[in-house]
Structure formats: C-alpha cells, structure tokens
RNA sequence: GUGGGCGUAGCCUAGCGGUUAAGGCGCCAGGUUGUGGCCCUGGAGAUCGAGGGUUCAAAUCCCUCCGUCCACCCCA
C-alpha cells in the first residue's frame, strides 16, 4: 500500500514456524506426561536438574560434532547484548554435563542420577513430530560405566512407558563402540563403499564424508545390496565393547525387556559410545522414535570435565501425546470448578469476589461471574465450565445472608449461609 | 536444503469467472419479573493468506511471495 497517509495496519503475529501453542484443551495430555515422568524418575531415585535454555554456543558446538546436521544448520545461534555467541539448546545432554562439571559433581557419590522436562530448539524443516521447539524429558546417570546402569535407565524408560500406558512399544538395541574400535570400523566401511561410490544414492555420497555409520540405513533400493555386503560393525567391536553390550542384554533379559537387535541403528551426535536405543511405537510413521538414548563417556571430557562416563536418554513430549491420542489412551481431565459464582447487583458483586476468595482459601475453586451479565448468561457460562455448583447472589441472598446453591447436575436448590459456603461445596474447614 | 498438497470469519466447510461471499460449531443478546444443559429468534465477526497480472467482470484463471501440512534429509 504505497499511500504516506495511511496509518501503519498492525501486523497479524503468529507463532513462528515449527513452534506451537499449547492450549487449555491439550494442557492435560501434557500435565499427565510430565506428572508420569517426574514420577517415574523419582521411583529410580533421579533427581531433578533444571539448566537453562541457552548456553555458550561450544557447550553444543564443540560437543555434537562438526558434520553433524545440529551444527551445520540447526542450532540457533545469536550474541547477546555483550558479545557473547550464544546457543538456544538443540539438546539437553551438553547442558547437563556442563552443569556437572561446573558443579564439581564429580566429588558426589557416582553415579549422579539426574532427570530434567525442558525445551529444545531446533531450526528445522518442520513436518509431522517435529518441530523447532520441543519438550523432553531427559534422564542421565553420570559416572558410572558398568552396563548395569545402562540396563537401568533403558528399565526406567520402559517403565515410563508402561505407566503412561503407551501400547506395544518395542526398543531397538545396538552397540556402536568405542573411541578405540569406532573410528577403526568407519575405515574399514569407508575403503569398501569407496569401490561403490558410484553405485549408490546421491545422499550416500554425501554420508560418506559426513556419516558414514548412515550409510547402513539408507533405504533406496538400488544401495540395499551394497549394504548387504558391507562390513559389519559388531564384527569390528572390540572386546570391552563387545563384553559390555553382551552383559547389558543379559541385564536386559533379567528385567524381562524384550528388544531387538538393530544394526543399522545408529546416532546422531557424535559424542555416542557403546549402547544405542531408540524406541517405537505400534503404529509407526516417519518421525516414529518416541525416545532414544545413549552412553556418551568422551562427552565430559570434551567439556574440559575429567574423563566421566555417563549414558541417558530424551523423550520428546509432542510425539508421546501425539501418541497417545493416536491410541485414545486416557488421561486425567482438568478439573472442572467447584463453584461458580452468578451475581446481579453491583453490591453482590463485591460479595462474590469475597465468597470466591473464602472458598480458595478452603481449598475449592471458585470462579466468579463476569460483571453486568445476566443471570442466564452467568448461568450458560457456568454450564459451559462444568462447574458443580453455582450460587447466585442478588439482593434478597445479600439482605438475608445466605447464597442460593445450585447444584448443576441435578438442578437442586438450597439456600446456605455465607459462611458455610466453602463447606457446602467441598472446602476443607 | 530438496520435492509435493493446501490456504474462504476463532474453528470446520460450501461457493471454483458475473449483482450486498453461504452454512454449521463457537461467541454475544433475547424467548416476560433473578436460573444452565435441548430448542427457537436475532446479532457481531471475512480487506476470500499477501502482492501483481489476465478480463467488461476474479474468492474463482495465471505469476511471485508468505504461511501451513506431508515427504526426503535428520531427529524427540
């Protein structure tokens, strides 16, 4: 609109991409998975550790690994105010660990178990289960390497399944190595593939440099026999690694944790040793991984830490609903208000703020109707909320004392004293 | 970063070249004096995503951009 007097219209704002607002309606699925999960965490003795939501860009940077996407193109990154290059977290891991150190943690008796629900930040193409920000729940256990513990928080993450009620989800297992043995395996796959360069997909070209581990799991047809005559990572395991994922599928067992095996699992970050897992729901789709973890022992060093190994995993929030939903599993509804208050002159008005206040001090919630409405709009409203009780305040209630209850469910009236209010409508004394 | 689908009131949808863009849900107000859920009536609410073009005429056709959804990549 090129005219000077226009006045400048006020733009229509919107959550930016990939971010969503979680509504009063969702707010239960969601209140049920965190509830789930912080309780979960505390049955296995984790205890809760907040970090914030951005760091100095190295904590992540200078962790994930240089060619991996998070760094290339998903980190947001931005300098405050100072000068200092900052990164909204892509990940809670780093976080955690950096805390850690800081902390000096490391003088607490190992392992340090630790959970955290918290945002990450990803700029990504968003598409279903995904999204720019995101919810985890995230759990570690610093300092220990034995694979009892890795059995121990896959456990826990499988029984925060269960308790969310989550149908049929299956955990894919695998073992990656070590910084000994991995790096060893990647030459060995790298001089096979480097003879088939020009047989396979343009994006296996481009994991060759990048990811090679990926170059398993590609799913074009004409690199499935390239794959098949790759070698194979679990032939190339060294010893210790090889020990410590046989023990850890013993303890696996123990626990009656059905898994299967997946070699072409693999992890994104490079900080990951040994044990990997994703889990999946029944019905997959194509951001299908409800969680996933790792043991990640080179990650405290890379932090400048002493070297500390640890292993742990996140869950994203949106796709456990996403979920849930998708199974119709149930969750506790909002609870609807105790009493909603109807009032029809200026004096009952002032009268229902105070009765609401009464009520919530008992302990029952009070909502109060809007001023100048009309008893039957007040009552329509009341409806809508699903109060259980309405009472209405006019002249006759204010000169005499006394409310008129409504009980909405059945329509039956009595008159109670003020003061007896929060009582009759469930307070405590 | 690549490819495809879709963008009409807060939400869902009709209209797909021709006078004041239609319906449902929701919202607000009424249906006698101070009473909800069902029903009835009325009302508010849309520069038809934005910009440009074709045409006597565009929500309807074309182009560009933006947004959104889905897929690849990657990941929770």
């Keep these: 609109m090129p005219n000077d007097d226009d006045a400048p219209q006020p733009r229509k704002y919107a959550a930016p ?14 209140k049920f ?9 505390e049955l296995f003795g984790y205890q809760r550790i907040d970090t914030p939501m951005f760091e100095n860009a190295g904590v992540f940077l200078r962790t994930a690994g240089a060619g991996t996407d998070v760094v290339e193109k998903e980190v947001y990154l931005f300098e405050d ?8 977290r892509p990940e809670g891991t780093a976080t955690v660990m950096r805390a850690y150190i800081e902390h000096g943690m490391s003088s607490l008796p190992q392992p340090v178990r630790l959970y955290y629900i918290a945002p990450n930040f990803r700029y990504d193409r968003p598409q279903a289960g995904r ?29 925060f399944y269960r308790q969310l009620g989550l149908a049929a989800v299956t955990l894919r297992l695998n073992s990656i190595g070590d ?3 991995r790096p060893r395996y990647i030459e060995v796959l790298r001089d096979y593939y480097r003879s088939h360069l020009d047989e396979v997909c343009a994006d296996d070209r481009m994991r060759f440099d ?14 499935q026999p390239i794959i098949a005559g790759a070698p194979r990572l679990r ?36 900080y990951y040793t040994r044990t990997v897992w994703e889990f999946h729901p029944a019905e997959e789709g194509a951001q299908s991984s409800i969680g996933s973890g790792g043991r990640y022992d080179g990650l405290v060093e890379l932090l400048g830490g002493v070297p500390t190994p640890g292993v742990g995993f996140g869950s994203g929030f949106e796709r456990l609903i996403f979920n849930l939903k998708r199974q ?26 105070r009765l609401a206040d009464a009520v919530r001090s008992a302990g029952a919630e009070a909502v109060v109707g809007p001023q100048g409405r009309s008893l039957k709009a007040q009552m329509r409203h009341a409806n809508a909320r699903r109060a259980r009780y309405v009472a209405i305040i006019g002249s006759a209630e204010l000169a005499a004392g006394e409310a008129t209850l409504r009980q909405l469910a059945d329509g039956s009236e009595r008159r109670v004293a003020f003061d007896g209010l929060p009582a009759a409508v469930g307070g405590e004394p």
């Design 17 to 30: 991409r990939g971010t969503s607002d979680l509504l009063p309606e969702a707010w239960p699925y969601w």
């Design 33 to 41: 998975v965190r509830d789930t999960g912080e309780r979960v965490c």
């Design 81 to 88: 105010r100072g000068g200092e290059r900052l990164a909204l």
């Design 131 to 159: 999204y720019r920000q995101h919810t985890q729940l995230g759990v570690e256990a610093v300092g220990d390497a034995e694979p009892m513990i890795d059995a121990e928080v896959i456990d826990l993450q499988a029984t």
């Design 179 to 181: 910084s000994v043995c």
């Design 210 to 223: 990048k990811n090679p581990l990926r170059l398993l799991d590609c799913k074009e047809d004409r690199c």
């Design 235 to 270: 032939d190339y395991l060294c010893d210790a690694c090889r020990q410590h994922f046989a023990q850890l599928q013993a303890y696996l067992r123990a626990l009656a944790i059905d898994f299967i095996l997946d070699e072409r699992l693999v992890r994104g970050l490079d």
């Design 328 to 353: 119709g599993a149930p969750v506790p509804p909002a609870p609807p208000p105790a009493l909603y208050l109807a009032h029809l002159t200026p004096e009952a008005a002032a009268e229902a703020l």
